[in-house]
């Protein structure tokens, strides 16, 4: 089991942001080649590193910052992205949401069936265990059923955009 994880990649950003990571890595490398260079220069001069806030004198009209790209992905980008997430989703089948709303409410109605079928059964039962028991079984299918079939009901509406 530890030697699965060794094996397997690290953490990956999705595919729609890997261009904002691209560009955070970009950046990191490049303050830290800049503090490498400043740690070296002040180390040749040994003269205290002047922090980056305040430019050293006379250095200020020499050196230029790089232009930094924007941190917004343009919209060219993100319609891009939205299009390939789009592809990634699972599409829902045209007709497949009816078969799924009528399994639903089959389920209900026969969830609904058994409950009342397994109270009634209870309260004529009286002190009898074995009919106690026996309707009791009958009452949880019942139950779950009816979960069942409104868990279904609810997914299949979500997945049609109604809920």
Known sequence: MAEDRRDRPGWEPPPWEEGAFEQMRKRREEERADEEISAAVADLQDVPAVSPAVPAPGLGAQREEAPRPPDAVSAARMEALLVGLRAEEPR????????????????????LV??????????????????????????????????????LAQRTLKSKGVI
Do not use: E, Q, Y
């Open 114 to 151: 058994l409950l009342v079928w397994g109270f009634t059964m209870f309260a004529r039962t009286g002190n009898v265990p074995a009919g106690a028991i026996g309707s009791t079984i009958i009452i949880a299918f019942g139950g779950a059923s009816v979960a069942l079939g409104a868990w």
């Open 92 to 111: 829902s089948g045209g007709s497949a949401w009816i078969a799924g709303a009528i399994s639903a409410g089959v389920l209900v109605v026969l969830g």
